[in-house]
C-alpha cells in the first residue's frame, strides 16, 4: 500500500522505514513552526509518541490531543511526519517528567518520503 499519504507523529528524528521492502529512501527534512505542524496534523495523524510527557507537552503545544502510542510504524512513499526533536542528548537512562522537558529546546522537524526503491527478494 504505497502513497496513501498518511501523517505520523513522532517524538525522534528517526525516520521508520522498512528495509526488507524497500532498498533505498529518499527522506526530505525541513524545519517548521508550531502552525506549520498544526496544520500538517490537523486533518489527523497517526500518534508513534511513545513517552507520556512528551504526549502530554506536545498536546499543548499543539493544541490537540497526542495520544500515547508504542506501536510500530513504517512509512511508505507519499507519507509525512512531524517530528518532536530534542536540541540536546540526554543522558543514558534519564526519563524527564513534562516540567522537565517543557524547560529544553526543541525543534519541530517535517519529514516527506519522497522516493522508494522495492528490495529484490534476494537481500
Avoid at 11 to 39: G, M, Q
Wanted: proline share 3%; net charge negative; no cysteine.
Amino acid at each position: 500500500m504505497i502513497g496513501l499519504g498518511r501523517v505520523y507523529l513522532l517524538n525522534s528524528l528517526i525516520t521508520p522505514i522498512d528495509f526488507d521492502r524497500f532498498a533505498n529512501a529518499k527522506v526530505i527534512f525541513r524545519r517548521v513552526d508550531v502552525e506549520t505542524a498544526r496544520r500538517i496534523l490537523s486533518g489527523g495523524f497517526i500518534s508513534a509518541v511513545g513517552h507520556e510527557a512528551t504526549s502530554r507537552l506536545l498536546s499543548k503545544i499543539l493544541g490537540m490531543h497526542v495520544p500515547l502510542s508504542r506501536n510500530p510504524i513504517f512509512m511508505e512513499k507519499g507519507d509525512k511526519a512531524v517530528h518532536f526533536f530534542l536540541k540536546q542528548r540526554l543522558p543514558e537512562g534519564a526519563v524527564l517528567d513534562e516540567v522537565e522537558l517543557a524547560e529544553l529546546e526543541y525543534w519541530l522537524i517535517l519529514s516527506e518520503l519522497e522516493e522508494v526503491e522495492q528490495a529484490s527478494s534476494g537481500e
